[in-house]
């Protein structure tokens, strides 16, 4: 599709043949996932999880249409009708499982596909579109999940949504009309769960559209690859297919595997036991706290706890709730810019000895707000995630454009093949060093 | 100018949250968090080698009968069972007599045919089991306000729930008197009953098991000791929450062994087809 050297699809089945000259689907498969897309010979394990995104959302369609044959959208009866698919539904334990364990594993194999793309540069040049797409997934994907979340109309359900559709009511003036407008009333009731089942039930598909643009982008320039040069000739890449589907055959072998042990073994391990208390506007849970894959957004939302006034005054410019709203948008909305942000002209972290250390303070940031996300908002986890809110905006919008412009990258390969070569090398050398050391003594 | 303008925007919520932080450390050096009598005194659920632990675990369908006779004899009084239906006793290895038996001596919310009156009839066993009050209202009024909550989930709408349930029951005692010397306020109001697994150490529900021989089980079970009825009810609670847990688990077994050999052989065709590739 991209390359002047990638193989054009000549279809040797007379069908197939029939079928390409009036409609080109065979020739778009081929190009997209088939031996007609070349593809970075030098692909590590963290290549495969875009792949498993895919899957674990086919997960979440197949599970999820079954499960809405069976569900009923109705305050009244909604959190009956979900025990009635544990209990009654043939298999319908396995499906309610499956689809509420698959939402957990679609999050963590996105989140692991991020973070590969933040380290190994995919964000930047010529692939800015690939990673704004996906900033777009990651969103509808957080919406769909909220509003799943709240179907079982269990107690976190409804104190999920009264928090998260309360964070709208922050927005001077408008925020209160807006609130209600989203919820269909004034607190969350049969219209707000009737909505959120329809959209819940739609974005999905959205998600796939803006999945196959995704992919249609990234097959412009071609998949990025962990020392970030770009593919200089057919000597670099090999053929998607059967290379690349051999290796996610038997990443979504360790996939599936890993699924299964929760599903099977701890399928409530992930969620929150109060759901499993019908929802009860009258009474509040002792702490409210989304699913765990919401955990950091929530830290940063929590985190603001002084309102901006102007000093000596004690004027309110914006409160401390609205600010903990902006910044839970921002935390998200600034990796749109990430591509003008980090200037930096070489892609792979790797070769970036500074950038590399920040990389590793990033992760342990997010895993700290993502702890003190999931913990009652008391000391000391407030003023923990104020300290890991601060780096995590520090770390986006100061650290990234200083490093770009003060560090100096190790030298970058010339080629991926000599990269590979270099690497293969290196090994036999040690193979055969050891034998010639032993000698030696 | 993108660079520009994100670095003032991140320097402002930066600036915030740190002096947020400033703030909030003065505070809590200057004034830290009373301590609380429930942090202090609540305790986590004492751990029971039930039968059903561990990935192979299953149901002892002896103990679930016991439990389902301490629920019938004692907890039914107050607290429903509405999600569970009579012919799911079958589980727990009553035969279909039995089971209409125990349907039969439940009276269900039906209408009658000759008035259109509410009335209600004997259960049959595709009945669930019937509600104890007729609504909330009921439920809080017969209980000094406090509802009594259904307990079809409640051993997966607790943290460790089966284990919850047994050290709740059993849990019950006089207020330590440590904790009325260090929280003189915290003393359990009249009508409470002190219950240091509780959240907030102070429940409304009076130890309902109180006596050993409180239920008399049958021939060749175990002595029915405070613990032992606790433990078996909560064995009980945790079917009625999790009734398919035994096809899970097995399914789960069978659906490992097979993504094993294929992962295994989806290996062996990876290396197979990236031979002599270098990578």
């Known amino acids: 599709m991209s390359f002047p050297w990638a193989e054009h699809y000549t279809p040797k089945n007379p069908v197939m043949k029939w079928v390409d000259e009036r409609l080109p689907l065979p020739r778009l498969v081929y190009n997209a996932v088939g031996a007609g897309y070349p593809v970075p010979r030098n692909l590590n394990y963290f290549w495969n999880f875009g792949v498993l995104a895919g899957v674990a959302l086919t997960i979440q369609l197949v599970t999820g249409i079954i499960l809405a044959m069976h569900y009923a959208a109705n305050a009244g009866v909604a959190f009956d009708s979900v025990e009635h698919i544990m209990r009654d539904v043939n298999s319908g334990w396995l499906l309610r499982y499956a689809h509420a364990n698959g939402a957990s594993f679609f999050f963590i194999v996105v989140y692991l596909h991020i973070f590969r793309g933040l380290f190994f540069g995919s964000y930047k040049a010529p692939r800015e579109m690939v990673w704004l797409l996906g900033v777009v997934i990651f969103l509808l994907m957080m919406a769909t999940a909220f509003m799943g979340y709240v179907l079982p109309w269990g107690q976190m359900s409804f104190w999920g949504a009264q928090v998260i559709t309360g964070l709208f009511s922050a927005i001077p003036v408008i925020g209160e009309p807006i609130h209600t407008w989203l919820l269909g009333g004034f607190a969350p009731g049969n219209a707000s769960l009737n909505r959120f089942f329809s959209l819940h039930y739609l974005l999905p598909f959205v998600i796939a559209g803006v999945i196959v643009l995704h992919i249609w982008s990234l097959h412009i320039p071609g998949s990025s690859n962990p020392t970030g040069v770009e593919v200089k000739g057919p000597q670099d890449t090999v053929p998607f297919h059967p290379y690349y589907t051999a290796k996610d055959g038997f990443g979504l072998g360790i996939f599936l595997i890993l699924f299964a ?16 208390i019908a929802a009860n506007p009258l009474s509040t849970p002792a702490h409210i706290v ?72 990033l992760v342990i940031d997010v895993l700290v707000l993502g702890y003190c996300g ?38 970058l390969p010339g080629s991926i093949t000599e990269a590979v070569l270099a690497k293969s090398k290196n090994k036999n050398d040690a193979v055969d060093a050891a034998p010639a050391a032993a000698a030696a003594e | 100018m993108v660079r520009f303008l994100g670095g003032l925007v991140g320097l402002f919520f930066a600036g915030m949250l740190l002096l947020s932080f400033i703030w909030g450390a003065v505070s809590y050096v200057s004034d830290p968090p009373a301590a609380t009598a429930e942090h202090e005194f609540h305790l986590h659920p004492r751990q029971i080698a039930w039968s059903f632990n561990g990935p192979l675990g299953k149901y002892d369908n002896a103990q679930l009968q016991r439990g389902f006779q301490v629920y019938s004899e004692v907890c039914s009084a107050c607290h429903s069972l509405h999600q569970v239906s009579f012919r799911s006793l079958a589980d727990l290895g009553y035969n279909e007599a039995e089971i209409k038996a125990i349907a039969k001596a439940r009276q269900v919310p039906a209408v009658d045919p000759n008035t259109g009156e509410a009335t209600t009839r004997e259960g049959v066993p595709s009945d669930k089991f019937p509600l104890v009050y007729p609504n909330d209202v009921a439920a809080a009024a017969a209980n000094n306000n406090a509802i009594p909550p259904d307990l079809s989930l409640m051993a997966k709408a607790r943290h460790d729930g089966a284990n919850y349930i047994h050290s709740l029951l059993t849990g019950f005692s006089e207020q330590p008197a440590e904790l009325l010397r260090k929280f003189p306020d915290a003393k359990t109001p009249e009508g409470l009953h002190y219950n240091p697994y509780f959240a907030n150490l102070n429940l409304a529900m009076a130890p309902p098991l109180t006596a050993e021989g409180q ?65």
Do not use: C
């Not at chain 2, 078996?232 to 069978?254: C, H, Q």
């Open chain 1, 261 to 276: 042990l929760v599903l099977f073994f701890a399928p409530n391990s992930m969620g929150h036991p109060d759901n499993y």
């Open chain 1, 374 to 411: 999931g913990a009652p908002a008391e000391e000391p986890y407030v003023m923990i995630s104020q300290l890991a809110a601060a780096y995590y905006f520090a770390h986006f919008l100061i650290i990234l454009p200083i490093i770009a412009s003060i560090e100096r990258p190790d030298p």
């Open chain 2, 215 to 279: 239920v008399t089980y049958g021939e060749g079970q175990p002595k029915p000791t405070v613990d032992q009825m606790a433990q078996d009810v909560s064995a009980f609670l945790m079917w009625t929450a999790e009734p398919k847990m035994e096809a899970r688990k097995s399914t789960g077994i069978g659906v490992l062994i097979f993504l094993i050999f294929g992962t295994v052989l989806a290996y062996l065709s990876y290396q197979n087809i990236w031979a002599g590739k270098e990578h």
């Open chain 1, 290 to 361: 989304p699913e765990w894959y919401f955990w950091p957004f929530y830290a940063i939302l929590r985190a603001f706890t002084m309102d901006l006034t102007i000093p000596f005054t004690g004027l309110v410019i914006i409160p401390a709730k609205l600010l903990g709203v902006l910044a839970m948008f921002a935390s998200i909305l600034l990796l749109f810019f990430l591509s003008w942000i980090d200037t930096s002209p070489v892609r792979s972290g790797k070769y970036r000895p500074l950038f590399k250390k920040f990389f590793v303070l």
